[in-house]
């Protein structure tokens, strides 16, 4: 039988998807490589169909752990980021990455922790060069402190948020899809794998200032076709 966790976890369609490729047959005991073996072949479901009941699944089976991931890895100037954040970034990654996904690479969860490494060590380093930016003059510090009273504000806002970045993170992958092979490999491969420039454009084939070139007309390209975020998306998300 499966664990309460991964049952409530599983769709009805995501269960038979399962069901039809065996994986639910296995009455394994060990609930850590069960939960390993329903996590690659939900990826390996999406990867291949991208049917999003297969991400959803996925994403709610896999939310617990990922989170307790980054809260560990947040070490020094890390430590400041917001646990909960990072999580949605990996996922959004994930989503967004899905066609670089293989199995032989030790499955999901080490596929999936590698991007929040890089993830965390990213932002860790912007953070880092933000806070050595000395401060404006005139400047003081914002007051975050909220009054009681703006609690119900702030849980509308939250939902309304949480709206956002969904319909975001669909815009995003869409936009992505549009682009040439190239481009998405260029862009994984310093966004996924964070490597530097340098570094993938030998991956690549390219030389350095062609790879800088690519992720530049790639991204303009992502945010040119999001254009449409500021009309039917936006309304979607309020």
Same mark, same amino acid.
């Given at each position: 039988?499966?664990?309460?966790?991964?049952?409530?976890?599983?769709?009805?369609?995501?269960?038979?998807?399962?069901?039809?490729?065996?994986?639910?047959?296995?009455?394994?005991?060990?609930?850590?490589?069960?939960?390993?073996?329903?996590?690659?072949?939900?990826?390996?479901? @999406?990867?291949?169909?991208?049917?999003?009941?297969?991400? +959803?699944?996925?994403?709610?089976?896999?939310?617990?752990?990922?989170?307790?991931?980054?809260?560990?890895? &947040?070490?020094?100037? %890390? =430590?400041?980021?917001?646990?909960?954040?990072?999580?949605?970034?990996?996922?959004?990654?994930?989503?967004?990455?899905?066609?670089? @996904? $293989?199995?032989?690479?030790?499955?999901? $969860?080490?596929?999936?922790?590698?991007? %929040?490494?890089?993830?965390?060590?990213?932002?860790?380093?912007?953070?880092?060069? =933000?806070?050595?930016?000395?401060?404006?003059?005139?400047?003081?510090?914002?007051?975050?402190?909220?009054?009681?009273?703006? #609690?119900?504000?702030?849980? +509308? +806002?939250?939902?309304?948020?949480?709206?956002?970045?969904?319909?975001?993170?669909? %815009?995003? #992958?869409?936009?992505?899809?549009?682009?040439?092979?190239?481009?998405?490999?260029?862009? &994984?491969?310093?966004?996924?794998?964070?490597? $530097?420039?340098?570094?993938?454009?030998?991956?690549?084939?390219? &030389?350095?200032?062609?790879?800088?070139?690519?992720?530049?007309?790639?991204? &303009?390209?992502?945010?040119?076709?999001?254009?449409?975020?500021?009309?039917?998306?936006?309304?979607?998300?309020?």
């Amino acid at each position: 039988m499966l664990q309460t966790q991964q049952t409530v976890a599983l769709s009805i369609s995501a269960a038979r998807f399962l069901q039809e490729r065996g994986v639910l047959t296995d009455r394994s005991e060990d609930h850590e490589a069960r939960q390993r073996q329903l996590q690659t072949a939900l990826m390996l479901g @999406f990867r291949d169909t991208g049917r999003s009941d297969l991400f +959803e699944a996925l994403y709610r089976l896999s939310h617990p752990e990922v989170l307790r991931w980054v809260s560990t890895m &947040r070490r020094g100037s %890390a =430590r400041s980021l917001d646990p909960d954040d990072l999580t949605q970034e990996v996922f959004l990654n994930v989503y967004r990455y899905a066609s670089s @996904f $293989r199995e032989r690479s030790g499955g999901f $969860r080490a596929w999936c922790m590698t991007i %929040a490494c890089n993830l965390i060590r990213r932002q860790a380093s912007d953070l880092q060069k =933000r806070l050595m930016r000395p401060l404006t003059e005139g400047c003081d510090p914002a007051d975050h402190a909220a009054d009681p009273s703006e #609690a119900t504000l702030v849980q +509308e +806002e939250a939902v309304q948020l949480l709206r956002a970045w969904q319909t975001y993170l669909l %815009a995003y #992958a869409a936009a992505y899809g549009e682009l040439k092979p190239r481009d998405q490999e260029a862009m &994984r491969l310093v966004e996924v794998e964070g490597l $530097r420039y340098a570094e993938a454009a030998l991956r690549l084939g390219v &030389r350095l200032s062609n790879m800088k070139m690519i992720l530049l007309r790639a991204r &303009r390209r992502i945010w040119k076709r999001m254009g449409v975020w500021d009309g039917p998306l936006a309304r979607a998300a309020g």
